[in-house]
């Protein structure tokens, strides 16, 4: 984190939304309101999500990213109907006029059979058979980072004075993705 990032954007302890405490969670509920109405942005800290997990997620984005371009390729984003996968370096552009961005990603989403919702983001996510370790390491981050993001629609949900309970019927079904990123050195002609 920038120091300007710190000096502008707050940096929210959220453990009051795990506590137990009404006050504690209307609280950061308020904390978080006043962060959305002023700056428009937030970092959360204490939020649940094991530092050990978030390392492992870490360590095996590094190491599905180091795999032969090959590999990746198998599950190349543009063979899934949901957007998920991967996507390689540079393929991206914020503007069909600038110059590419230097990343390379892994896309996942809530993966429901088409019987359920044949809705956009929400098919079958794609995994490196060679790698299984991405697929095991995910499907154990993804459940805390959407407890994490419920929690937070639910701060948001107080702090605008409706029940605390409010958004939760309308995101049983989340458009919601997980997207891995690796950002190498910048190479000329692309945006890092």
Not at 169 to 187: E, F, S, T
Request: aromatic share 10%; with cysteine.
């Amino acid at each position: 984190m920038t120091e300007l990032a710190k000096e502008f954007i707050p940096i929210i302890d959220v453990s009051g939304l795990f506590s137990g405490d009404d006050a504690q969670f209307a609280a950061v509920a308020k904390e978080i309101g006043t962060a959305c109405r002023t700056i428009g942005f937030f970092y959360v800290q204490n939020h649940n999500i094991s530092p050990a997990l978030i390392a492992e997620v870490m360590m095996t984005a590094k190491q599905f990213f180091d795999l032969p371009l090959e590999e990746k390729e198998i599950i190349h984003i543009k063979k899934s109907a949901h957007h998920h996968g991967y996507g390689p370096l540079n393929e991206e552009k914020l503007d069909a006029g600038e110059l590419s961005d230097n990343k390379e990603s892994f896309d996942m989403g809530l993966e429901l059979p088409t019987s359920v919702c044949d809705c956009p983001l929400h098919g079958p996510n794609q995994w490196p058979a060679s790698f299984p370790q991405l697929r095991h390491v995910l499907e154990r981050y993804w459940p805390a980072a959407m407890q994490l993001a419920h929690s937070l629609l639910q701060a948001f949900a107080v702090d605008l004075g409706l029940q605390r309970d409010f958004f939760e019927d309308k995101i049983n079904i989340p458009m919601a993705a997980l997207r891995v990123l690796h950002y190498p050195p910048p190479q000329p002609g692309s945006i890092g």
